[in-house]
């Protein structure tokens, strides 16, 4: 048994499958990053830091005529959202039951989806710096009429390879644009959402938590998001009404390219 | 052309399985590459031939190390056995009994689909359509 306590749950083994699935299936499509960036591991539970290959030098040394240097180490963070299901429910789904409410683990998978959108994309303060604020290329305004996305994401593509950024790019799109986008056409009715995919030569992704829009390179290296622990359901406790469980995951992000992405406000 | 490597119905697996299938089969070829290769050089007397199947040879090694960390990046599992295995002194049978009992001891229904136990297995979604 590992530290997240599954076994000590009151939950069958075919609950915990269709617990397991049903996090899967709101997970990935709201997990933008993982769609855009470089994704390493997962290296476990007790992975602690991430190698950024880089030493402090230090002022003080053990004794005379030698001088000493601190590695510097990006430390992992554990992001956690709790939630409750009633027993009544875990015991229908034993028997069968394929519409058991599983609304408080969804809205858990959500929100977890939604911190890791943030952290990369926007930054976690005091903790980590996320891709937009890293990136050197401001002042790009995506607005909220979605007919006029064409031109700002064009010029975002024109920064890139101004910068020598290859493509092909990704477009991550917070919730309200890529709703604007999806339903949008343009004059002529040629569908927005095609529009821009040809503009950027690669995939548009819906971002929870994503404030407007950010354009990535996809040739990879320029940004690295390590797993340590992937995305888990643990047991934390029960009582005679309800099981408390949480969604759990450890990561590490870093911007090696700042230049490689620019953010549409 | 066959689509041998599929062991169940293609078009009834998800992307992510036939990927993982493909480079299976891909890591098979490399291995039998090597192997035919180190028999050719064991039998050839001209040392010309024996050098450009030598450099041949170290394409596939390469080949079938690229394939096998894809595999491993994608099977947590077996990564966590691999790790246990690989580049490891000592009894290779031992090793490998050690690593296959730390990563699923205890594991229960948790190690379903040879997952580690608890993770939901989500990992890389680069590529995936949206």
Request: charged letters at 25%; aromatic letters at 6%.
């Given at each position: 048994?590992?530290?997240?306590?599954?076994?000590?749950?009151?939950i069958?083994?075919?609950?915990?499958?269709e617990?397991?699935?049903?996090?899967?299936?709101?997970?990935?499509?709201?997990?933008?990053?993982?769609?855009?960036?470089?994704?390493?591991?997962?290296?476990?539970?007790?992975?602690?830091?991430?190698?950024?290959?880089?030493?402090?030098?230090?002022?003080?040394?053990?004794?005379?005529?030698?001088?000493?240097?601190?590695?510097?180490?990006l430390?992992?963070v554990?992001?956690?959202?709790?939630?409750?299901?009633?027993?009544?429910?875990?015991?229908?789904?034993?028997?069968?039951?394929?519409?058991?409410?599983?609304?408080?683990?969804?809205?858990a998978?959500?929100?977890?989806?939604?911190?890791?959108?943030?952290?990369?994309?926007?930054?976690w303060?005091?903790?980590?710096?996320?891709?937009?604020?890293?990136?050197?290329?401001?002042?790009?305004?995506?607005?909220?009429?979605p007919?006029?996305?064409?031109?700002?994401?064009?010029?975002?593509?024109?920064?890139?390879?101004?910068?020598?950024?290859?493509?092909?790019?990704?477009?991550?799109?917070?919730?309200?644009?890529?709703?604007?986008?999806?339903?949008?056409?343009?004059h002529?009715?040629?569908?927005?959402?095609?529009?821009?995919?040809?503009?950027?030569?690669?995939?548009?992704?819906?971002?929870?938590?994503?404030?407007?829009?950010?354009?990535v390179?996809?040739?990879?290296?320029?940004?690295?998001?390590?797993?340590?622990?992937?995305?888990?359901?643990?047991?934390?406790?029960?009582?005679?009404?309800?099981?408390?469980?949480?969604v759990?995951?450890?990561?590490?992000?870093?911007?090696?390219?700042?230049?490689?992405?620019?953010?549409?406000? | 052309?066959?689509?041998d490597?599929?062991?169940?119905?293609?078009?009834?697996?998800?992307?992510?399985?036939?990927?993982?299938?493909?480079?299976?089969?891909?890591l098979?070829e490399?291995?039998?590459?090597?192997g035919?290769?180190?028999?050719?050089?064991a039998v050839e007397?001209?040392?010309?031939?024996?050098?450009?199947?030598?450099?041949?040879?170290?394409?596939?090694?390469?080949?079938f190390?690229?394939?096998?960390?894809?595999?491993?990046?994608?099977?947590?599992?077996?990564?966590?056995?691999?790790?246990?295995?690989?580049f490891?002194?000592?009894?290779?049978?031992?090793?490998?009994?050690?690593?296959?009992?730390?990563?699923?001891?205890?594991?229960?229904?948790?190690?379903?689909?040879?997952?580690?136990?608890?993770s939901?297995?989500?990992?890389?979604?680069?590529?995936?359509?949206?």
């Open positions: 048994m590992n530290h997240l306590l599954r076994s000590l749950a009151p069958s083994d075919s609950t915990w499958k617990l397991d699935d049903e996090a899967r299936e709101r997970l990935a499509p709201a997990l933008a990053a993982r769609k855009l960036i470089d994704f390493s591991g997962p290296h476990g539970w007790e992975y602690s830091a991430t190698n950024l290959g880089r030493a402090v030098a230090l002022k003080s040394a053990p004794c005379e005529g030698v001088t000493g240097a601190q590695r510097r180490v430390p992992l554990e992001v956690r959202a709790n939630f409750e299901l009633a027993q009544s429910e875990l015991r229908d789904i034993d028997r069968g039951a394929d519409d058991a409410d599983l609304e408080p683990l969804d809205k998978a959500h929100q977890i989806a939604v911190a890791e959108n943030k952290a990369v994309f926007h930054g303060k005091g903790v980590m710096e996320g891709i937009a604020d890293a990136s050197p290329h401001k002042g790009i305004t995506l607005g909220n009429k007919d006029a996305y064409r031109r700002p994401v064009a010029a975002a593509v024109e920064r890139l390879l101004q910068s020598g950024i290859s493509g092909p790019y990704g477009l991550a799109l917070g919730g309200e644009e890529y709703q604007r986008v999806v339903e949008g056409a343009e002529g009715g040629y569908p927005l959402l095609e529009h821009l995919r040809k503009i950027i030569d690669g995939p548009i992704v819906w971002a929870p938590g994503v404030g407007g829009a950010i354009v390179s996809l040739r990879g290296g320029d940004f690295a998001f390590e797993s340590g622990q992937d995305l888990s359901i643990g047991y934390e406790g029960h009582d005679s009404q309800t099981v408390r469980l949480y759990e995951e450890s990561f590490s992000f870093h911007v090696a390219t700042p230049e490689a992405a620019v953010p549409l406000a | 052309m066959g689509f490597q599929y062991h169940e119905p293609p078009e009834e697996l998800p992307p992510a399985t036939r990927t993982f299938a493909r480079l299976c089969a891909s098979t490399e291995a039998e590459a090597i035919w290769y180190e028999q050719r050089i007397t001209d040392t010309e031939a024996i050098a450009v199947m030598r450099d041949a040879q170290g394409e596939e090694f390469k080949h190390s690229m394939d096998l960390e894809f595999l491993l990046r994608r099977s947590p599992a077996w990564r966590e056995i691999a790790e246990g295995v690989l490891q002194p000592g009894d290779i049978v031992e090793r490998g009994e050690e690593a296959e009992a730390e990563t699923f001891e205890g594991t229960g229904a948790e190690g379903e689909g040879g997952l580690p136990a608890g939901l297995g989500i990992g890389s979604l680069k590529g995936a359509l949206r």
